[in-house]
């Protein structure tokens, strides 16, 4: 039997496809529609007093300065560990590049409690910064390193032949080539800065996250807390609308045919020991500390801090939300990707792109919307809405892996499977989907440790009794209770390291490496 025409293939996506891609876009709109329905409903007078106000321009303030600071600080750093072990002859750096990823695996929260307990007195504006760096820098770190193993060096040599210095030749070729890497980068460190709640809390420096919590549980003022999650909210825009404008049309590559020249690693000679330095205070400085304190806290508990009935219910409960939201995120994320690969056009970038910019806003912007729409229903804090809130903040996360898993598979196999009398269904299922299965996998574990991990949402939103790792943690650290605290952040970390290590891989598959 003759294979089936490509002319033959549908034009438009299945119906059912369509419906479920339409519904999810919808469900993406409410955060958004939140806040533009709380901005009518309030009035001009109202905002101007709410937003106009002192107190929100102290808000703006420590978020402005914080991303300033952080962020060039965590390029700053990202760039040059990448650098180091990239492109030196720094010893150990099959070791070192993925450990320098591993502190991805420490939660800002948990990273927070561990400076505090070295340093009580640490807090504010400065504080954020340290601690935010060292949780954040290795957003930056993966796709610079990622980067910089896919650039030919025949551009370096030839600018090192025509007299260019090593420093020259940095800065004047191969950073504009990473200019994509660190925007990305730079992109995810904002995002999360608006976003952090916990962090930022412990250390006592307000941001809009913390103020808006704070409205939340204090007096539930819902005006108030809406009108500062409404500013919070068009600054993420702008943040987004920013790094659009910087990434342009630009694209770096090869022309010509063959395989790309590998760069000669630089000889670090009596630089050795400085550079090994440098590596090891990073890695001290973001894993080691945490590590070291809770390891500190666990000897002063004792056994007693691994006999609470509520470290298993806990974990279990984790287990649940992250395995759950995991599945129903990932799988809800195949009919995007179907229509995004297999039917590009308007309306397939207009589904992604809505999904997107919807996870780009803060949980706790999120998680407000859906008590404003489920408040009156009985639906309120159970778990049908936690998992609502997990699907619109993680979905990009299960949709990019899923999306580059599908664009691998050739369509021509599906069309071999119809020709052959199997239903559209039988090839998706029994081709499509087998092929995929690694890259949804892939996508999986992302949600799954961000659900882990994920503590303002779930705060607000889980039914009452509901104990998580972080919640539980939150609630412990709280008190003052660090050694009752210490189980639950070794549990999170010891979950998150493996998905830091498959974000590595990523990192190196995506450099062909």
């Known amino acids: 039997m003759l294979r089936q025409p490509r002319g033959s293939r549908p034009r438009r996506p299945p119906a059912l496809v369509v419906v479920v891609v339409a519904l999810l876009t919808a469900a993406a709109f409410v955060p958004l529609g939140f806040v533009v329905y709380s901005s009518y409903q309030a009035g001009w007078d109202n905002i101007r007093a709410l937003v106009f106000r002192a107190r929100v321009g102290e808000l703006l303030t420590n978020t402005g300065l914080l991303v300033l600071v952080t962020v060039p600080l965590c390029v700053a750093l990202g760039v040059a560990v990448a650098w180091l072990v990239e492109r030196t002859t720094v010893f150990g750096s099959r070791l070192w590049a ?66 260019c210095g090593r420093l020259t030749v940095f800065f004047r070729v191969v950073l504009p080539q990473l200019r994509l890497a660190i925007l990305g980068g730079g992109l995810l460190v904002t995002l999360h800065l608006l976003s952090e709640y916990g962090a930022f809390s412990m250390i006592r420096f307000d941001t809009f ?71 090891a205070v990073v890695l001290g400085a973001a894993l080691g500390v945490p590590l070291v304190v809770i390891g500190r806290w666990l000897a002063s508990g004792g056994a007693a801090v691994w006999q609470s009935s509520t470290l298993v219910e806990a974990l279990g409960q984790t287990l649940m939300y992250g395995a759950v939201g995991a599945v129903v995120t990932t799988v809800l994320a195949f009919p ?48 049908f809405v936690v998992f609502a809130a997990y699907l619109l903040m993680f979905i990009p996360r299960a949709l990019v892996s899923v999306r580059a898993g599908l664009a691998q598979v050739p ?33 999986m574990a992302l949600v799954f440790i961000a659900i882990v991990t994920e503590l303002t949402a779930t705060l607000m939103l889980s039914p009452t009794g509901t104990s998580t790792l972080a919640t539980q943690f939150w609630s412990l650290s709280g008190e003052l209770d660090y050694a009752g605290a210490a189980p639950f952040a070794l549990i999170m970390v010891a979950v ?14 995506a450099a062909g490496v």
């Open 98 to 163: 993925p450990a320098l990823a591993a502190p991805l695996a420490v939660p800002a929260f948990v990273n927070s409690y561990a400076w505090v307990t070295v340093f009580p007195s640490l807090h504010g504006l400065w504080a954020g910064v340290l601690i935010t760096t060292l949780s954040y820098f290795p957003l930056v770190y993966l796709p610079v390193l990622a980067a910089l193993r896919r650039l030919d060096a025949q551009v370096e040599e030839s600018a090192t032949a025509l007299g």
């Open 209 to 279: 996250t913390t103020a808006i919590f704070g409205q939340f549980k204090s007096t539930f003022n819902g005006m108030a807390g809406n009108m500062l999650a409404g500013v919070l909210v068009l600054c993420c825009l702008l943040v987004l609308l920013i790094e659009g404008g910087a990434r342009g049309k630009s694209r770096y590559a090869r022309i010509g045919s063959g395989t790309a020249q590998t760069a000669t690693p630089l000889r670090l000679g009596t630089l050795q020991l400085p550079a090994q330095a440098v590596l």
């Open 336 to 383: 995007i990707a179907w229509i995004a690969v297999r039917y590009p056009g308007r309306f397939s970038k207009f589904v992604e792109g809505s999904n997107y910019v919807t996870s780009a806003l803060p949980g706790i912007v999120v998680a407000l919307a859906l008590i404003t729409v489920f408040i009156q229903t009985d639906w309120y804090q159970t778990v």
């Open 411 to 443: 369509v021509d196999l599906e069309e071999a499977a119809q020709a052959l009398g199997k239903s559209p269904a039988w090839a998706f299922l029994k081709v499509t989907l087998r092929l995929t299965a690694p890259a949804a996998a892939s996508g």
């Open 496 to 509: 998150s390291l493996p998905v830091t290590y498959i974000l590595f891989r990523q990192s190196q598959k």
